[in-house]
């Protein structure tokens, strides 16, 4: 049985071969590539279908962020997770806005490595510990949000789906999904949990 299909994408050398190195000796793991930058990492992805791209972030040229926004448009059933030493807030939300699943330290020894990876084809979001911490935080920042916006967080705070919250504005599915979308990118939300603990911690859901 063909085990995860991975691409590896670094732009330092030992590092990246090192990764795959230690990837392609753990079971369920099969590496199919590497890349040294976010152009390469593209061409890579779409010559080889990895299940999974491990991503750096900081790159020469195109950077870990816009290789995972490109690679997520065009080959959506592919799952990115940042792989990378900068445990920074600004890097995390970037780079999850742009599509990527999970956010991990270089830190992680290689059978971890391997178990993020399996998790990752399985659907779970890997996350750093403090960046999960983090992520489950309010933010700070509640950026703007238009009075459309603020009524759909709402709905979507008290339990509502997009089909339902359609009805009640007297929209489609297509464009409440979108303004979903847009909310949770603004305010640096992962799901509709966590804008659910927004709504309710900021006031929204008082009357």
């Not at 999974?52 to 816009?66: I, Q, Y």
């Not at 690679?71 to 592919?78: A, E, H, T």
């Not at 445990?87 to 020894?109: P, S």
């Not at 998790?119 to 920042?141: E, F, K, N, S």
Request: hydrophobic share 45%; glycine share 10%; charged share 25%.
């Amino acid at each position: 049985m063909t085990g995860v299909r991975v691409l590896v994408v670094d732009d330092q050398q030992l590092v990246r071969d090192g990764i795959a190195s230690l990837l392609g000796i753990q079971p369920g793991i099969e590496v199919v590539g590497t890349a040294a930058d976010g152009a390469e990492a593209v061409a890579k992805a779409l010559e080889t279908a990895p299940d999974v791209v491990l991503m750096d972030v900081r790159m020469p040229g195109m950077d870990g962020v816009e290789a995972t926004r490109e690679l997520c448009g065009r080959l959506p059933g592919c799952r990115v997770v940042m792989l990378t030493t900068f445990d920074d807030d600004d890097y995390v939300t970037r780079a999850l806005r742009a599509g990527a699943t999970g956010y991990l330290l270089k830190d992680l020894g290689a059978a971890d490595l391997a178990a993020a990876v399996r998790l990752t084809h399985a659907g779970v979001a890997p996350l750093a510990a403090g960046v999960a911490a983090r992520l489950a935080a309010p933010p700070a920042d509640q950026g703007v949000l238009t009075a459309r916006e603020v009524e759909i967080l709402r709905l979507v705070a008290k339990g509502a789906t997009n089909r339902e919250i359609g009805r009640v504005l007297f929209v489609s599915e297509g464009t409440v999904k979108n303004h979903v979308s847009r909310v949770l990118g603004r305010l640096g939300l992962r799901d509709r949990t966590q804008a659910a603990i927004y709504a309710r911690e900021h006031g929204l859901l008082s009357d």
